[in-house]
Each structure stands twice: as C-alpha cells, then as structure tokens.
C-alpha cells in the first residue's frame, strides 16, 4: 500500500494550488456597508446607467430619431399653385381696372392741356400789356396821348374823354379777370386729374409688384415638380413620363392643340395624324416616317399596362390611326378633318397597341 497523505496537508496543498490561480479579492461582510461616498457614486452610476438604457430604447423604438418630412406629392403641388392663383387672378383684374382708369384719365388731362394752353397764352398777353401800361406811367409819367386829351379838350369835354379812358382801363380789367376765371377753373380741373392719375399710377405699381411676386411664387412650385411630370397650358398635369423625349414630345404635341387637321400636313399650321406624332418627336430629335404603319414598326412595343406617357398609341386593326398618350386613357392627336388637335379619350376607338420611340 502506498503512503497515505494526511488530509490537513492535502487541504493545504489544494488552498496553495487555488491561491496561485486566482488573485485574492478582499470580502466585506454581507452587514457592512461602504461609506456614504461610494454609495453616492454607485447612485450616480446606477443613474446613467438608467438614462442610457432609456435613451437607447427610445432611438430603437425612433421617439429620438430626426423627423422625416416627405416630399409633397404632384396633387399637392397642384393644390398650392391653384391657391396662389386664386391671389393671382383677383390681383390681376385689380391691375387691368387701373389701367383702363388711367388711360380715361390721361386722355381728359390732354384733352385739358389743348384748353388750358390758348387761355394761358391769352393770360399772358394780357398780362404784359397791363405790365406795359403800368411800366410806361412808372417811367415816363402819364402817356402823352392823355396829356394831349387834358390840354385840348374843353372843360365840358374833359369827362367824356377821362369816363372812356375808364371804361377801356375797365374793360381791360374785365378781360383779365374772365381769362384769369376760366384758366384756373381748367387748372383746378387738371390738378384733380393730375392727382388721382399720381394716385392710380402709385396703384398700378404696387399691383404690378404684387402680380410679380405671386407670378414667382407659382412659377418656383410649378419648378419643384418632379422631372417626370409635364404641366402644359393645353392638356392636364401629366405624371410619370419616362424620359426627356418623352416630356419633349408632349409639350410640343399640347402647343398645337387647336390647330386644323389637314390630310398630309406635318405642321406647323396644321397636321394629319401622323404628321402631329412626326413633328413632336421630331423636336425631341427622334425621325418617325410620316406614315402610321411605319410609326408602328418605328418603336418598341410595349403593353398596354406598361404604356407611359409619351408612348404612341395606334388604333384598329389597320393601324390607321395613331396619337400620343398622356395617361389616365387621355392621348392629344390630330382627329379627323372638322376637328381640330384636341386631347380625349383613348376608348373612342379600338386600341391596336403601344410603341415607344427612340
């Protein structure tokens, strides 16, 4: 039998061999308690510890997240153009009634200024005679033509001739007077005139600047359209046009809205239907035959479901008719002689398919 090991050294060797893995850590009994210090600085750990698990639960649940603010969409656009057109249209009206006023009114000070002008110049006559008469006795003394009526005449003479002398200074002051009379009645008129044009021009000016701003305000949200979108004065707002053609195509196509249709015209003036296709995208520099079964073979084909704004779309069997669509089942085309490029519906007649230009 081999030498047994007392179990008092075993334990002892067993503790050493521990003692020498593990570093020894100093142990508080579970009764005590560390002073008031480090009990404060656990409570402000256990604090932040607290805030930032509060703080990352709520970036998970986005309560801290920076707000997302989408884009507003093309009804929305369309929505605020149509406000600040109601501003507009009020403004310009406002605009067009101070103008016609004002032309009234430049017309009556013209027509004031030809009065005004023979009696001013009547006023002005009379004027320097009477500062001729008034300089002459200032200088010379009383004119020899009145020293010759006191010398000759006789003592029964001398009224008569110094009561004509009155009347004719008198009547010289009545002339006066009524030319004086009558030019400030036309000056008091034009001053009013002057006065209210002075008043409506300043109108005028402050309506044009209002037109100007809210003209901006509309053409700056007609800007933030999306590219896809083709806002024309002939046809309505066109969504998701797939390419730069495409709007190109549109936008020359809804200008000719109103033109007549003439069988073999390509434009300017007036178009069959092939001819309207050819010179759209003409001016988005695609070449299509002037002939509907060649448009046909011209594109690519595309679904009906597929179709997009911009794309041909061919009608009857024989393909005999084409225009180009707009969405919404809307196309703009050269109808028929008797009527006019206009914009309506695709199920007028039986759709053939859809080609894409380019």
Same mark, same amino acid.
Not at 266 to 286: H, R, W
């Given at each position: 039998?081999?030498?047994?090991?007392?179990?008092?050294?075993?334990?002892?060797?067993?503790?050493?061999?521990?003692?020498?893995? $593990?570093?020894?850590?100093? $142990?508080?009994?579970?009764?005590?308690?560390?002073?008031?210090?480090?009990?404060?600085?656990?409570?402000?750990?256990?604090?932040?510890?607290?805030?930032?698990?509060?703080?990352?639960?709520?970036?998970?649940?986005?309560?801290? &997240?920076?707000?997302?603010? &989408?884009?507003?969409?093309?009804?929305?656009?369309? &929505?605020?153009?149509?406000?600040?057109?109601?501003?507009?249209?009020?403004?310009?009206?406002?605009?067009?009634?101070?103008? &016609?006023?004002?032309?009234?009114?430049?017309?009556?000070?013209?027509?004031?200024?030809?009065?005004?002008?023979?009696?001013?110049?009547?006023?002005?006559?009379?004027?320097?005679?009477?500062?001729?008469?008034?300089?002459?006795?200032?200088?010379?003394?009383?004119?020899?033509?009145?020293?010759?009526?006191?010398?000759?005449? /006789?003592?029964?003479?001398?009224?008569?001739?110094?009561?004509?002398?009155?009347?004719?200074?008198?009547?010289?002051?009545?002339?006066?007077?009524?030319?004086?009379?009558?030019?400030?009645?036309?000056?008091?008129?034009?001053?009013?005139?002057?006065?209210?044009?002075?008043?409506?021009?300043?109108?005028?000016?402050?309506?044009?600047? +209002?037109? +100007?701003?809210?003209?901006?305000?509309? /053409?700056?949200?007609?800007?933030?359209?999306?590219?896809?979108?083709? +806002?024309?004065?002939?046809?309505?707002?066109?969504?998701?046009?797939?390419?730069?053609?495409?709007?190109?195509?549109?936008?020359?196509?809804?200008?000719?809205?109103?033109?007549?249709?003439?069988?073999?015209?390509?434009?300017?003036?007036?178009?069959?239907?092939?001819?309207?296709?050819?010179?759209?995208?003409?001016?988005?520099?695609?070449?299509?035959?002037?002939?509907?079964?060649?448009?046909?073979?011209?594109? +690519?084909?595309?679904?009906?479901?597929?179709?997009?704004?911009?794309?041909?779309?061919?009608?009857?069997?024989?393909?005999?008719?084409?225009?180009?669509?707009?969405?919404?089942?809307?196309?703009?085309?050269?109808?028929?002689?008797?009527?006019?490029?206009?914009?309506?519906?695709?199920?007028?007649?039986?759709?053939?398919?859809?080609?894409?230009?380019?």
């Amino acid at each position: 039998m081999g030498r047994l090991i007392p179990p008092l050294t075993r334990s002892r060797d067993a503790r050493w061999s521990v003692a020498k893995e $593990t570093p020894p850590v100093a $142990t508080m009994p579970l009764h005590r308690h560390a002073p008031g210090r480090s009990r404060a600085g656990g409570l402000r750990r256990a604090a932040r510890g607290l805030v930032v698990l509060v703080a990352a639960a709520a970036v998970g649940a986005g309560l801290l &997240a920076a707000p997302a603010y &989408a884009a507003p969409s093309v009804e929305e656009i369309e &929505a605020q153009i149509d406000k600040q057109w109601q501003k507009l249209e009020p403004t310009i009206e406002q605009y067009n009634k101070v103008r &016609a006023q004002l032309k009234v009114n430049r017309q009556k000070a013209k027509s004031l200024e030809k009065k005004i002008q023979p009696l001013a110049l009547e006023t002005e006559l009379a004027m320097n005679r009477v500062a001729d008469l008034a300089s002459r006795y200032y200088i010379t003394g009383p004119s020899q033509e009145i020293g010759v009526v006191l010398l000759n005449s /006789k003592p029964d003479e001398i009224g008569e001739q110094m009561a004509l002398l009155d009347r004719l200074a008198s009547q010289e002051r009545r002339e006066l007077e009524g030319v004086m009379k009558i030019r400030k009645k036309y000056d008091d008129q034009k001053a009013k005139l002057d006065g209210l044009i002075a008043d409506q021009e300043a109108k005028e000016k402050q309506l044009a600047a +209002k037109k +100007k701003q809210i003209d901006a305000e509309i /053409k700056r949200l007609e800007k933030s359209l999306p590219v896809t979108v083709v +806002k024309t004065t002939n046809c309505p707002t066109i969504k998701d046009v797939v390419s730069a053609a495409a709007r190109t195509a549109i936008k020359t196509a809804c200008a000719q809205v109103g033109k007549p249709y003439v069988w073999g015209a390509t434009g300017p003036n007036s178009f069959d239907c092939s001819g309207l296709t050819q010179y759209a995208y003409k001016a988005a520099g695609i070449y299509l035959t002037h002939f509907t079964g060649a448009q046909w073979n011209e594109g +690519k084909a595309v679904s009906r479901s597929d179709a997009r704004p911009g794309d041909l779309v061919f009608f009857r069997s024989d393909v005999s008719h084409v225009g180009i669509y707009l969405g919404n089942n809307q196309m703009v085309h050269a109808a028929r002689a008797g009527k006019p490029v206009n914009v309506s519906p695709i199920t007028t007649m039986p759709v053939a398919g859809f080609r894409r230009p380019g």
